[in-house]
């Protein structure tokens, strides 16, 4: 399977701590989405790349939350100095613009949990 | 951005069909209408869009009103496997892309056997 692949898929931290996530877009996608969901709530964006270059932003992105694109490959999500408001499921969503039709193909998503 | 509004649950007996509805009033000429499901403990699956006329595909069908204020999606034989929350969403072109979905809380759908 080629799907989109994300991990870890649980992640229980303490308040304070950092953590990272990774996705694993499928392979000739060149767009991928970060978007957090809380219980019972509908996914929320958060941030886009094309290929490498980062080109949306969400205000729900604060300061502590980074991610990456190195190459245009697989992306990291990166939570410094984690609250209890933090914990979601974070989910990664990958896509091959055409046009102006456009489909996103989500992951799994990783759970965490922030104590 | 344009909103939508749906029931927030419906029930469907198995292998019959199931309208799923949905209304965008303010829904503006370049918005698609996106219908993705998440299962429980999966992300979202995308399951069809449109933007006038009415689409087909495997999984699913849409219909689209005239006024496009208002759409439904089809699902022709319910199954137990389609018990999920069906999203309405819509899509602009925003800096080349769609994938800034906003969604509700959508549609919570049961299916008894």
């Known amino acids: 399977d080629t799907g989109v692949s994300q991990d870890p898929r649980h992640k229980i931290t303490k308040r304070g701590q950092n953590v990272t996530f990774r996705c694993d877009p499928i392979s000739e996608h060149n767009r991928l989405y970060w978007y957090r969901q809380t219980l019972g709530q509908g996914p929320e964006f958060l941030t886009y790349f094309q290929n490498e270059a980062q080109l949306e932003k969400s205000r729900l992105l604060s300061d502590r939350f980074s991610a990456e694109r190195p190459k245009g490959s697989f992306s990291t999500l990166e939570i410094q100095r984690t609250e209890q408001g933090d914990s979601a499921m974070y989910l990664c969503?990958?896509?091959?613009?055409?046009?102006?039709?456009?489909?996103?193909?989500f992951g799994s998503g990783t759970q965490l949990s922030v104590l | 951005d344009a909103k939508t509004t749906q029931p927030n649950s419906m029930e469907s007996n198995e292998e019959e069909p199931v309208h799923l509805p949905c209304n965008h009033s303010?829904?503006?000429?370049?918005?698609?209408i996106h219908w993705y499901r998440q299962l429980p403990s999966q992300g979202p699956e995308y399951v069809i869009h449109g933007l006038t006329s009415n689409v087909n595909n495997r999984m699913a069908s849409l219909a689209i009103a005239e006024d496009r204020k208002s759409s439904t999606l089809i699902l022709h034989r319910a199954t137990l496997r389609d018990a999920a929350v069906y999203y309405c969403?819509?899509?602009?072109?925003?800096?080349?892309?769609?994938?800034?979905?906003?969604f509700g809380k959508g549609t919570k759908l049961s299916v008894k056997p």
């Open positions: 969503a990958s896509s091959l613009a055409r046009g102006f039709s456009e489909k996103l193909f």
């Open positions: 969403i819509l899509s602009r072109n925003y800096g080349g892309s769609q994938g800034n979905l906003i």
């Open positions: 303010t829904i503006s000429g370049t918005d698609y």
